[in-house]
């Protein structure tokens, strides 16, 4: 590994060789030569190139949540469009190989072993266009396999081993065998911090525990989820906090 020094405030490590590249997240980086994207350690080798289907697409986002977004440049493949108007694709990438592993519509990022994915009415799977009826989102695992069944017309990520799931407008939680652990009838359901977890119903807001029951009644105009033993909820047109009573022997 080459280093270069300035003035002893700072130290050059890899050089200049590139034409592109992205942030290091997990030990690696995107890096980019000629029009072509590949992965490099800190210290400037080599790890994975990026799968030829990909890597001469500029990834929007790489390795932050392990996987790389990708423009799509080709002609007739409809896939969701950004903020920015563009379509693109989302590629799960074995970081050690470069190899893609698994390609969807939309995702979001791992969390707790997992990652929430989706694919759309008609998406790419980088050889040609697929089409499901409606849309469906699932969750895999690191290996990018399917764990748990694309069937949910949205879905959160996994916190405390359970994850917000929704079928036709009713949110409910399910754990990581994608087994019903709270029925789906909230109209919003979020994560659950510190053991509880804010669901809506009716027009009003409420905290549930992991077994479904109530902890706090579902009366609040508006509320967020617990942090450091508080939530913020709202009555009235003003805003207070509530703490759990911590049950005792």
């Not at 890096?31 to 990026?50: L, Q, R």
């Not at 500029?58 to 379509?87: C, I, M, T």
């Not at 069937?151 to 399910?174: C, P, Q, R, S």
Request: neutral net charge.
């Amino acid at each position: 590994m080459a280093s270069y020094q300035n003035d002893n405030k700072y130290i050059q490590v890899i050089p200049f060789l590139y034409d592109d590249v992205r942030s290091f997240s997990g030990g690696v980086a995107a890096a980019s030569i000629n029009d072509k994207w590949g992965i490099i350690d800190k210290a400037g080798n080599n790890v994975g190139v990026i799968d030829e289907q990909v890597s001469t697409r500029e990834p929007v986002g790489f390795f932050n949540w392990d996987y790389y977004r990708a423009q799509n440049e080709s002609e007739g493949l409809k896939l969701d469009s950004d903020d920015n108007g563009h379509q693109v694709a989302y590629f799960f990438i074995d970081k050690r190989t470069g190899k893609i592993i698994y390609v969807c519509s939309k995702i979001r990022g791992f969390s707790e072993g997992m990652a929430a994915v989706c694919q759309s009415n008609e998406f790419w799977d980088g050889f040609r266009i697929r089409r499901k009826s409606s849309a469906r989102w699932g969750f895999i695992d690191r290996t990018g396999k399917e764990v748990i069944e694309l069937k949910y017309n949205a879905a959160g990520d996994f916190h405390e081993g359970l994850a917000a799931v929704m079928i036709g407008g009713k949110w409910g939680y399910i754990d990581k065998t994608g087994e019903p652990i709270v029925s789906l009838k909230y109209s919003d359901a979020q994560p659950f911090f510190e053991g509880a977890a804010l669901i809506r119903l009716n027009g009003r807001y409420g905290f549930i525990n992991k077994e479904g029951d109530k902890l706090v009644p579902i009366k609040y105009e508006d509320a967020r989820s617990f942090s450091e033993g508080l939530a913020a909820v709202k009555l009235n047109g003003k805003w207070g906090f509530i703490s759990l009573v911590k049950e005792t022997e």
